[in-house]
């Protein structure tokens, strides 16, 4: 692991998650770090894996999740992050779990997503007095892959020894250009569905003795297409309806195809819930010869302008010298589920890198959020 002569605590801590290899699912070492970073401070740290009896693999399961607490009464005031990451992918300038400082950047995978915003808020901790209020981080190892039992099972641990937090803060990469131009107060939904057209396989010669499906799937596809589901609200872009996979799995030349598929995917704003689109769909898909399954990721969610983006926007622009954008673009993240529990915000380092290869972070712009978090705990816990 490289070093340099003054280190920040937040870069110390960032080198020791990035240290840990963490591929979604997280297991293991990576935890044992993080706990080893809070426990000094005074937090009760409990860990549990979910999933593990879970028969279908899709699932995602075992995940481990990490729900670590500190101070008694007052506001709780919530940090919500993942220790998980993608898989690095070939072609890296240096091993992609060996954290290595070039410059004034640290390169490895998870620096910006997001062990690098996690070090910040740990980091911000060491400043925040225990009789502040009380303080929790909600971290979990299945935010990259199908969030089952991630922070969903937090949830459900949080809900069961009855303390759920007042207002909650992600620290997903939300940042763009520079730290503090963007903040997410909430997210489009996502749902995919899967179509399937049946037909009976025969000789293209003898189409009569067929059945093709494709004509019917192509039929169904282009109504799907020509749905507009609305055109956007004052915080969200319009929803969209994209066609993902086309398939027949016929490898022959002179073969009809005896069944055709499609997947979609939508996104959606708050002028939806998944439950009504899967039931758009299915109003064409249906009547066109087809079925569909459909899994929904997320329902869109929105936290209004108050106290907390308020804050926060504040002080982004007091030490960044920046007023954040409140947006709500992007992919779906964990917020998604704990804004069913109270207020959420996510805010965090650059993603121009994230998910790429040579991931990297300005080590500036993680003393920065370190400080744009302390200020932000603090200021909500004192109200």
């Known amino acids: 692991m490289t070093q340099t002569m003054t280190e920040s605590l937040a870069l110390t801590y960032a080198q020791r998650l990035m240290a840990c290899e963490s591929i979604s699912p997280a297991r293991g070492s990576v935890f044992d770090t993080m706990e080893a970073m809070l426990a000094p401070l005074g ?68 620096a910006v997503d997001m062990k690098g915003s996690i070090a910040a808020f740990v980091a911000a901790l060491h400043d925040i007095p225990e009789d502040a209020g009380t303080v929790s981080l909600i971290i979990t190892g299945d935010e990259e892959g199908p969030a089952i039992h991630g922070t969903r099972a937090l949830i459900d641990h949080m809900k069961a020894r009855g303390t759920l937090p ?10 763009v250009n520079q ?42 596809l282009a109504q799907i297409k020509a749905v507009v589901l609305d055109e956007g609200t004052e915080f969200f872009q319009p929803s969209n309806i994209e066609i993902t996979e086309l398939h027949t799995g016929n490898p022959a030349t002179n073969v009809i195809p005896a069944k055709a598929l499609a997947r979609l995917s939508i996104r959606f704003n708050d002028l939806h819930s998944g439950e009504s689109l ?13 079925t569909l399954k459909a899994m929904i990721s997320g329902e869109a969610f929105l936290t209004p302008p108050g106290e907390l983006s308020e804050t926060l926007a504040a002080i982004v622009e007091e030490v960044a010298g920046i007023a954040p954008e409140a947006s709500t673009t992007g992919g779906t993240s964990d917020a998604r589920f704990l804004s069913k529990l109270c207020p959420v915000v996510e805010f965090g380092l650059c993603n121009a890198t994230m998910h790429k290869l040579d991931e990297a972070v300005a080590i500036a712009d993680l003393d920065a959020l370190t400080e744009i978090y302390r200020r932000v705990t603090l200021r909500l816990l004192a109200r």
Request: proline share 9%.
């Open 43 to 110: 937090f009760t740290v409990e860990r549990f894996i979910a999933g593990a009896d879970d028969p279908n693999p899709a699932h995602g399961g075992p995940v481990e999740n990490l729900f670590a607490i500190r101070g008694k009464g007052g506001r709780h005031f919530a940090f919500a992050g993942h220790l998980d990451v993608v898989p690095p992918g070939d072609g890296w300038a240096s091993e992609p779990f060996e954290p290595e400082i070039r410059g004034d950047l640290l390169y490895g995978r998870g």
């Open 166 to 175: 007042d207002l909650c803060l992600v620290g997903e990469p939300t940042s």
């Open 179 to 220: 730290l503090g131009d963007m903040m997410k107060v909430g997210r489009r939904g996502s749902v995919n569905i899967w179509i399937t057209v049946e037909g009976t396989q025969g000789h293209v010669a003898y189409p009569h003795l067929a059945d093709n499906p494709i004509p019917r799937l192509v039929a169904i």
């Open 278 to 290: 899967v039931e758009l769909i299915r109003g064409i898909v249906e009547p066109g010869g087809g």
